[in-house]
Nanobody, 126 residues
């Protein structure tokens, strides 16, 4: 069973930055499509950013476009989410997700992903 482990969450003031990282436990998942989602209590989990197998295509939710950057390092089997100019409304639990397969497409819904991390809390104070 593949495990995804997120790190880098925490408490930050509005306008600050955080960098989330996600490492996969199996080397064979280094090229798989990956994404970052977030969830607040009482709301559906929503996609924040997604990236295809080689980083050639990326997607950002409108709410984070221009502030967040998704990237991947296949040699290190990791995917990152650089979050700048954070706002209180970015407060959520952030989840890393991975598909079983690698491809050129971008995947945007929860059902498209096969493996999930445990989540990391990001809290932005005003």
């Amino acid at each position: 069973q593949v495990q995804l482990v997120e790190s880098g969450g925490g408490l930050v003031q509005a306008g600050g930055s955080l960098r989330l990282s996600c490492a996969a436990s199996e080397r064979t998942f280094s090229n798989n499509n990956k994404g970052w989602f977030r969830q607040v209590p009482g709301k559906e989990r929503e996609v924040v950013a997604a990236i295809n197998w080689n980083g050639g295509s990326t997607y950002y939710a409108d709410s984070v476009k221009g502030r967040f950057t998704i990237s991947r390092d296949n040699a290190k089997n990791t995917v990152h989410l650089q979050m700048n100019s954070l706002k209180p409304e970015d407060t959520a639990v952030y989840y890393c997700a991975a598909r079983k397969s690698a491809g050129t497409r971008i995947y945007l819904i929860q059902a498209d992903y096969d493996y999930w991390g445990q989540g990391t809390q990001v809290t932005v104070s005003s």
